[in-house]
Each structure stands twice: as C-alpha cells, then as structure tokens.
Nanobody
C-alpha cells in the first residue's frame, strides 16, 4: 500500500492550489483520510481530516479557505486551497488509515508535496 501526493507548487498570495493524494496497492478499505503540513522549523500539524463517515475537521487557520474532499472510487483525497497566504508555505503530507487485504489497519503517509506561497 502506498500514498502518492501531487499538486504542490509555487503560487502568489491570494492564489489557489489543489492537492491530490491517491492510495494504491492491496487495499480492502480506507477509513480516515487527511492532510498535514510541516513548515520549516515547526512541528507537523493537522490541516484537514475527513472520516469515512463524512465528518470533517479543519485547522482554525485554514477554515473558510481550504476544502477537503475524497473520491472513494478512486481512493483519492483532495485539498482545495484558496486565498493562500505566505504562512501556508509548508510541505504537505497526506495521511490515511487503511485496512489492507490481510485485514490489518495502519496509518500510511504520502511522500510530501511542497507548497510555497510568495508575498
């Protein structure tokens, strides 16, 4: 099982980006999916999380600007980021709780995708 993230890049403040993260491999089901970020010299923090039941959590700093969604048929989670600010600059990591075909549940991380917001 692996997670492959994409969609990062350089954008000016006020701009938008859309991140994608696709899970592949020997998957039985996927529970929670989410996005975290880590800025230089800071700890990794939760950005947004979407449960299999549809509950959503957002960090206060991104509420109203970011939207998380998922496509269960594609095993993919998305993060639409609007009104980006320089303080959103970070490496963004996707995370998913996946049950594999051996019926073992564990958390998986994507490789990280860099988002840079210029002022």
């Amino acid at each position: 099982v692996q997670l492959q993230a994409s969609g990062g890049g350089l954008v000016q403040a006020g701009g938008s980006l859309r991140l994608s993260c696709a899970a592949s491999g020997s998957i039985f089901s996927i529970n929670d999916m989410g996005w975290y970020r880590q800025a230089p010299e800071k700890q990794r923090e939760l950005v947004a999380r979407l449960t299999s039941g549809g509950s959503i959590d957002y960090a206060d700093s991104v509420k109203g600007r970011f939207t998380i969604s998922r496509d269960n048929f594609k095993n993919t989670v998305y993060l639409q980021m609007n009104s980006l600010k320089p303080e959103d600059t970070a490496v963004y990591y996707c995370n998913a709780a996946i049950v594999d075909r051996r019926m073992i549940t564990r958390a998986y991380w994507g490789q990280g995708t860099l988002v840079t917001v210029s002022s």
